[in-house]
């Protein structure tokens, strides 16, 4: 596509419930990336994908969080029993290299727990 | 581990008025250096960003940045703001050549430009 898209745009859960938030990256970009940013915070990294493996997760806050990327393109970020400081918007990017060459972003989710 | 302060948190200008957002990095291997803005309801975009060669990068709406190694700084100019500014600007830095690809970002400076 044009741009990254993300979906939903807004998602409003009640606490305890699962959430799925997905992100469908520019065709034939390689690197795809999840950031958090929090109410007055900056962009907090999340994982990282090549392909369709991960090899930094390093960001992810708690193993109630989770990520997969398919056939190198969709990924979705998966948040488990989902938590109020778990609000924030959810920002996916990616780029044709590995990061080097800076990141398109999308429009992000914004996830709001009740 | 690579970080990025910037060290205003808040900006306030007149239109007209001159420009410089502080940003440093601690990395002390190659990097690359980027300015992000978020402009109201909008989605981040690249600004301008740095990889090597001329340390003085020129990026859109006028917008420039010197990568000043000796300081590991990476401050943002523009000459003259427009109200149009108004946005938050992210300064970030990633290892050049580094498995560990990931862009790390500043907390974000905000500008408010009075008309």
């Known amino acids: 596509g044009a741009g990254v898209s993300q979906s939903p745009s807004n998602k409003v859960t009640e606490k305890g419930k699962d959430v799925e938030l997905r992100c469908d990256p520019i065709s034939g970009h390689t690197a795809l990336y999840w950031y958090r940013q929090s109410l007055g915070q900056g962009l907090e990294f999340l994982i990282y994908f090549q392909g369709n493996s991960a090899p930094d997760k390093s960001g992810l806050p708690s193993d109630r969080f989770s990520a997969e990327r398919t056939g190198g393109s969709v990924s979705t970020l998966t948040i488990q029993r989902t938590q109020q400081e778990d609000s924030a918007v959810y920002l996916c990017?990616?780029?044709?290299?590995?990061?080097?060459?800076?990141?398109?972003f999308g429009s992000g989710t914004r996830l709001t727990v009740v | 581990a690579q970080s990025v302060s910037q060290h205003n948190h808040h900006v306030i200008l007149s239109e007209a008025a001159s420009l410089e957002l502080g940003c440093n990095y601690s990395y002390g291997g190659t990097v690359n250096l980027f300015w992000y803005v978020q402009y109201p309801g909008q989605h981040l975009q690249l600004l301008l960003k740095y990889f090597s060669g001329d340390p003085l990068v020129k990026g859109i709406k006028g917008f420039e940045a010197e990568f000043i190694k000796s300081k590991f700084s990476f401050n943002l100019r523009k000459p003259s703001v427009q109200w149009s500014d108004t946005a938050e600007y992210f300064c970030?830095?990633?290892?050049?050549?580094?498995?560990?690809?990931?862009?790390?970002f500043g907390s974000g400076t905000r500008l408010s430009i009075r008309p």
């Open positions: 970030a830095v990633n290892a050049g050549y580094s498995s560990a690809s990931k862009i790390i």
């Open positions: 990017a990616s780029s044709s290299d590995r990061g080097q060459g800076g990141y398109t």
